[in-house]
């Protein structure tokens, strides 16, 4: 994946649902913004990069999203339960 810019981000979370509909959601903090090199067509893209917790090296890296429906909020935006989910991590 090609980056044209990257941007440090402040107090920005990627959320989803947990896997399971009783499971908590599953909140990731967003170090930095990303702007995708265009595709095909001329189109750029935002994204979020992450830093999940994956064993070996590959949590010392940062990550797009998983590719499940979720979005980005700001912490004045999480509601008690997803704050609760970022002191587990």
Excluded: C
């Amino acid at each position: 994946m090609a980056y044209t810019q990257i941007t440090p981000a402040q107090d920005w979370f990627f959320r989803h649902p947990g896997l399971r509909p009783e499971d908590p959601p599953i909140v990731y903090q967003v170090a930095a913004w990303a702007l995708k090199a265009p595709n095909s067509e001329g189109h750029t893209e935002v994204v979020g990069l992450i830093a999940p917790i994956f064993p070996g090296d590959a949590s010392r890296k940062l990550h797009e999203p998983p590719p499940v429906e979720g979005g980005y909020l700001h912490r004045d935006q999480l509601d008690q339960q997803e704050l609760a989910q970022l002191k587990k991590r």
